[in-house]
């Protein structure tokens, strides 16, 4: 199996001419202990703030028990769709694909499949009238790119995986020209009055999905989808519209009959992720960020359990590090940031036991903001 993207070897991945990140001498105050095992670099990725396309990173590496601040020497270029760190790929790309792409287009959060080290996403370009389901080697390097027809140029924010499927949301969310070329507000915006439907592409085969109409919604993340019982189950992050509170849902599709069951798992997570070695399989545990607190969910015994930051930080993006071979058995880091005192750390928690409070806190001085998509690069 192809590795995927590494810490140690990431300034060689990047686009010629652009080092993605490199080690700032900037030795960072730890609490706690920090686990032995656990090397590899938290990183984090925002737009530029002139938001011409370029994307910096920046993040902590962890190793032999210190912690390093790791900050971007230089910006990343829009170059391929991917970038230089597939799992941190932007949403929103410029028009960096030649004359066949008219406008900015956007790009599903790419998913990595455990099986062969490759990388999936769906592309949906303005004005053309069809998306692209892009699938790239370990590096980000884009080796295959089949078409299907889909009309409006919906907002692709997510997809997911499954065995034999690529699942395609098609949201009501849509980019609008004269929005685009204003430039005064944002060029996707909600639609009232569209449907919504669920897309299961297949992975090889007729590049052409098989639709399941479902209500109209935003989502924001997908956290996994595997198949059961002739059945494709999807978990992800729901909004009734964007900026609408949002809840950890389940769709069960049945390609059978065309019926489409759904419900809520738990309101008000703001985001979640599985295990990354279950993509494409039944996953038990669902860890993410629910009012300012970490929430881990028991899928089999519906136990939520919690740890809440208080009202001061802001919690980003959480990353699931493995340590032993079970579902769930690693940490789980998350970078919180208090605006009001202009501090900011990387907290390291059992995956398992969140209730126990943070195994370490890593101070990182003039914090980033904690917005950004996050990944973790093992050594």
Not at 8 to 21: E, K, L, N
Not at 144 to 164: I, K, Q, S, V, W
Request: aromatic share 6%; hydrophobic share 40%.
């Amino acid at each position: 199996m192809a590795a995927p993207a590494r810490a140690s070897d990431q300034v060689t991945m990047a686009p010629a001419g652009a080092q993605a990140w490199a080690p700032s001498p900037l030795r960072l105050p730890v609490e706690g202990g920090l686990p032995e095992g656990l090397d590899g670099c938290f990183l984090q990725a925002f737009p530029h703030p002139l938001g011409d396309g370029r994307t910096v990173l920046s993040g902590v590496r962890l190793c032999g028990g210190e912690a390093l601040r790791h900050r971007a020497r230089t910006t990343v270029p829009p170059d391929g769709p991917f970038g230089p760190v597939p799992a941190l790929a932007p949403a929103v790309r410029p028009a960096s694909l030649g004359a066949r792409v008219p406008g900015p287009f956007t790009l599903a959060r790419p998913v990595h499949d455990p099986a062969t080290g490759r990388w999936h996403t769906v592309a949906s370009y303005p004005g053309l009238g069809h998306a692209e389901h892009l699938v790239a080697d370990p590096r980000g390097a884009v080796t295959r790119a089949r078409p299907f027809a889909l009309d409006g140029a919906p907002l692709m924010a997510a997809t997911a995986l499954t065995a034999r499927h690529v699942v395609v949301f098609d949201l009501p969310v849509l980019h609008h020209r004269a929005a685009a070329l204003a430039g005064t507000r944002p060029p996707y915006s909600w639609k009232p009055g569209r449907g919504a439907r669920l897309g299961l592409l297949p992975r090889q085969g007729a590049p052409e999905p098989r639709w399941f109409e479902i209500g109209p919604c935003h989502v924001s993340r997908a956290v996994n989808a595997y198949e059961e019982d002739g059945k494709i189950v999807l978990d992800a992050v729901r909004h009734s519209r964007p900026g609408g509170r949002p809840r950890l849902w389940r769709w069960r599709l049945d390609p059978a009959t065309g019926a489409v069951e759904e419900r809520e798992l738990l309101p008000g997570t703001e985001t979640a992720l599985a295990d990354g070695r279950t993509v494409g399989r039944a996953h038990r545990h669902v860890f993410g960020v629910r009012d300012q607190s970490l929430v881990h969910h028991d899928l089999v015994t519906g136990d939520v359990r919690e740890h809440r930051l208080g009202a001061g930080p802001r919690a980003g993006e959480p990353v699931f590090a493995p340590r032993g071979p079970g579902e769930g058995d690693g940490w789980l880091l998350v970078f919180a940031r208090d605006d009001a005192r202009r501090e900011g750390a990387l907290l390291v928690f059992d995956a398992l036991d969140l209730a126990a409070g943070p195994y370490a806190v890593v101070h990182v001085p003039c914090p980033p903001p904690a917005y950004g998509r996050a990944t973790w690069l093992p050594a």
